[in-house]
């Protein structure tokens, strides 16, 4: 079953913006709640990494490589999380992962949203 389902990628011109989405559809309240929401990227040739994650409390955490340009948010109400991207790079190129990590029920992924950033 798919739990995350991430929303929002494409093609975009270097400086750009893109804002990524990620619904829980299958995810009941009292378990996204209390969860720590993450993006993930990975690029062609390279190891998966943290881009940003955000706690149930709102306590957020990036990647030195896009402070400053990435803002993530969370609206638990509607069980989404966003990435919000702006003067991206080329190297901000890579497939984005939603990433759940509940301490009810463990780890989760999406399938991941591809983004592009030409130069």
């Known amino acids: 079953q798919v739990q995350l389902v991430e929303s929002g990628g494409g093609l975009v011109q270097s400086g750009g913006s893109l804002r990524l989405t990620c619904k829980a559809p299958?995810?009941?309240?009292?378990?996204?709640?209390?969860?720590?929401m993450g993006w993930y990227r990975q690029a062609p040739g390279q190891s998966r990494e943290m881009v940003a994650s955000?706690?149930?409390?709102?306590?957020?955490t990036y990647a030195d490589s896009v402070k400053g340009r990435f803002t993530i948010s969370r609206d638990n109400s509607r069980k989404t999380v966003y990435l919000d991207m702006t003067r991206l790079k080329v190297d901000d190129t890579a497939v984005y992962y939603c990433?759940?990590?509940?301490?009810?029920?463990?780890?989760?992924w999406g399938q991941g949203t591809q983004v592009t950033v030409s130069g």
């Open positions: 299958r995810t009941i309240t009292s378990v996204f709640n209390p969860s720590t």
């Open positions: 955000i706690t149930r409390s709102g306590t957020t």
């Open positions: 990433h759940r990590d509940s301490p009810q029920v463990g780890i989760a």
